[in-house]
């Protein structure tokens, strides 16, 4: 699928951002709206899906990557979302456990915030990186805590 820079769900990634960045309470008074497999499927799956479609080859030609000056900001607003709504599934209320769950979130944050960077610097090849670790993120986290998906 080639790149469109087109925010798929940027509504309900915005909503999310504002929620994290208006809440005052502490982490312990956060109260998820909805379950954990609609805030994957509504939220992190669009951002996650973003990044992924930033670096497409196939047979060995590059046939979906941002082109335009806006193309690249709607990247890097993707990673920077994605890196921020991800913090939320480590808080206690969203996380299975403090081991396995916060290590695997972590990775997907950190692949966020690469993507970001490779935004940030146009670098194709490292877009291409950040999405490899974001998808080796999510199946680890998916083997250990989902594996029915697919």
């Known amino acids: 699928m080639p790149f469109t820079g087109k925010p798929r769900s940027m ?3 915005c ?3 504002l929620l994290a960045a208006s809440c005052s309470r502490s982490a312990s008074d956060y109260e998820p709206i909805v379950e ?3 805030f994957m499927n509504s939220v992190i799956e669009p951002a996650s899906e973003d990044i992924f479609d930033a670096a497409v080859w196939i047979n ?3 046939v979906g990557a941002p082109q335009s000056e806006e193309d690249w900001a709607h990247l890097r607003g993707h990673a920077i979302a994605l890196a921020e709504v991800a913090s939320l599934l480590k808080l206690p209320q969203r996380a299975k456990d403090q081991a396995g769950w916060i290590v695997r979130t972590q990775a ?3 692949a966020a ?3 970001r960077q490779a935004a940030e610097a146009k670098n194709q090849d490292a877009v291409f990186q950040a999405g490899s670790a974001l998808y080796s993120s999510c199946e680890a986290c998916h083997q250990l ?3 029915n998906i697919r």
């Open 60 to 62: 060995g030609e590059l």
């Open 11 to 13: 509504g309900m990634l």
């Open 108 to 110: 997907m944050i950190d």
């Open 36 to 38: 954990l497999k609609e």
């Open 113 to 115: 915030i690469a993507a």
């Open 145 to 147: 805590y989902a594996p």
């Open 15 to 17: 909503g999310a951002l």
